[in-house]
């Protein structure tokens, strides 16, 4: 689950939040600190800053970077925000282009995400933008996409390792109505 207070984790602790989290944790639900780079427009260091603030405020051990970019000359960013976070006690970071990336991006998250877009995506394009890599590297988000099949997320299974999809138009606001049912298809997903 990713967990976004404000743009990151907000300007200070909240006690209500830290509730929040530690019930979430305590059932056993990985959770993800959100925190966006602006496509490298926000210095490193403030980044980092919100990193430090979730594993420090809220004992969170996941990172989802959002707004990565996707083409060559920004590695060296990315890869000290990454190592970053390793070094301060985050154990998952999930970089999220969103989008096809170049290989040299390969490696520098633990997961990276392909794919987050309308409509859910087919599975040859996802085979072709995780390019045989293990499917514990990869994940994608779709929104405004009804409710996949079985045999769909078996397939995809293949090659992401995460997946949310949606049927909302804004991934972000709600879950999806259909939750229930996705939650039910994904547990069953053969891998």
Not at 92 to 101: A, C, F
Request: net charge negative; no cysteine.
């Amino acid at each position: 689950m990713v967990i976004n207070p404000y743009d990151g984790p907000g300007k200070e602790y909240n006690s209500t939040f830290a509730s929040w989290v530690s019930t979430l944790q305590s059932d056993g639900i990985p959770l993800l600190g959100y925190v966006t780079t602006a496509y490298t427009a926000l210095p490193l260091s403030q980044v980092e800053a919100q990193v430090s603030d979730y594993v420090s405020w809220y004992g969170i051990h996941g990172i989802f970077i959002d707004d990565v970019e996707n083409v060559h000359g920004y590695e060296a960013y990315f890869t000290s925000l990454s190592e970053y976070a390793h070094s301060n006690g985050v154990t998952y970071v999930l970089g999220n282009p969103g989008t096809n990336v170049t290989t040299s991006y390969i490696g520098i998250f633990d997961n990276i995400g392909t794919y987050e877009n309308s409509g859910a995506p087919s599975v040859s394009l996802i085979q072709a933008y995780t390019r045989g890599g293990p499917a514990s590297g990869y994940s994608f988000i779709a929104y405004n996409a009804p409710l996949q099949s079985q045999a769909y997320y078996d397939a995809m299974a293949q090659y992401v390792s995460w997946v949310y999809i949606t049927n909302n138009p804004n991934a972000w606001t709600t879950l999806p109505s259909y939750f229930a049912q996705e939650m039910t298809e994904l547990a069953a997903t053969a891998t």
